[in-house]
Structure formats: C-alpha cells, structure tokens
C-alpha cells in the first residue's frame, strides 16, 4: 500500500479516535474511578473493536453486520448491561482516607477487554468511520493482505497514541485527589458519566 494513503488514513483515524465519545467517556471514567491499570485491557478491547470494524470495511464485509444484527444488537445491550453494573459498583463503594490506589475487586482484564470489545462494536461513530469513511479514503479494489496488515499496523499505533494519551492524563488528575470527600464525589462523577454512556448507547 502506498505511503500517502497510509498517511490520510492515520490522519483522519487519528482526528476520529481523539474525538470524545462513548469509547472515550468510557476510558477516562474507568481510569478516574479506579485507576490506570484497568484502562489497559479496556483499551485493548477497543482497539480490537476497531480491528474487527476495519477488516469488515476493507474486505467488503459491511453485509455481515446487517445479516447478523441481532448478534452486534446482543453485544451492544450486553455492553450496556456491565456499564451499568460498573457505574453501579463505583457509586456505592465505600471510600477512607488513604493513598489513591486502583481498586478492581469484581473486574477481570477479560471482562473489561469485552467491555471495551462491546462498547466499540455498538459504536455508530466506529461503525460509520469505518464502512462509510475508509472506503471515500481508500480504494478497497486494491488493498492486498499487505496492505490490511500495514492498515492495521497503523491503526493500532493511532489508538495507541489516543488512548494512551486518555489513559495518561487520566491517571495523573486522578493522583491529584486523596480526601475521602473528594474520592467519593470522583467516583460517583465517573459513575454519572459510564451510566450516561450505556444510557447513549441505548438511545441509539
């Protein structure tokens, strides 16, 4: 593939990607809330969306996510469901005066990788950029394997500096807060906005 396709592609992944929406609120809320430790498998879980949304585009494969909508309309509501119980969970946990450390009682990689996968499946933003947008950006007739493989090499390093970036900044505000008071009103913020995100993701 040519570089100055690659190039358009990273740039308009990254103005997309760096956009604040649901993946993003979900991000920052989950690293506020409880640290930066759990952004991680969260981030992965997205990347992979992305991957899976970027694959359907290039190979032509939009058809699949009309053929099967009941399955992307179970992972969506899924995806809901655990936002739900998260923002549940950050509201009622208890907070004492003590160094701000990561609290993940209840919540495995794996189930935040799937809460991230979910999330950025259910995705109209995602969905729209990569079955709509790419195809305008690239000419999909000539794209071979080597071509995908570097496609996909470039979107992981875009999400990489986006969410990496999220996920830094993120960590080092919430470092910033240590009264009980504060912890509280924080977690309980992050929960408003991961219960505004599932509520978004219904609405759509």
């Known amino acids: 593939m040519d570089a100055a396709g690659l190039v358009i592609y990273a740039s308009a992944l990254l103005l997309a990607s760096g956009t604040p929406g649901p993946g993003i609120a979900t991000l920052v809320a989950r690293v506020l809330g409880r640290g930066w430790t759990g952004g991680v498998p969260l981030a992965l879980g997205l990347a992979v969306g992305d991957i899976i949304w970027l694959s359907a585009g290039v190979w032509g494969l939009a058809v699949l996510a009309q053929t099967f909508s009941s399955v992307f309309t179970a992972v969506k509501w899924a995806g809901i469901a655990y936002l739900l119980y998260l923002a549940w969970r950050m509201w009622t946990t208890p907070v004492v005066a003590r160094e701000v450390t990561a609290d993940t009682r209840g919540e495995s990689p794996a189930a935040l990788f799937m809460t991230g996968l979910a999330v950025c499946l259910s995705n109209p933003k995602v969905m729209a950029f990569y079955l709509a947008l790419v195809p305008t950006l690239l000419d999909l007739n000539k794209i ?57 993701m219904a609405a759509r």
């Open 144 to 200: 071979t394997v080597t071509g995908w493989l570097q496609l996909v090499a470039a979107t992981l390093a875009c999400l990489t500096i986006t969410f990496g970036s999220y996920i830094t900044l993120a960590a080092r505000a919430r470092l910033l807060f240590t009264r009980p008071d504060t912890l509280r009103n924080l977690n309980r913020s992050a929960s408003v906005a991961i219960a505004g995100t599932a509520v978004w």
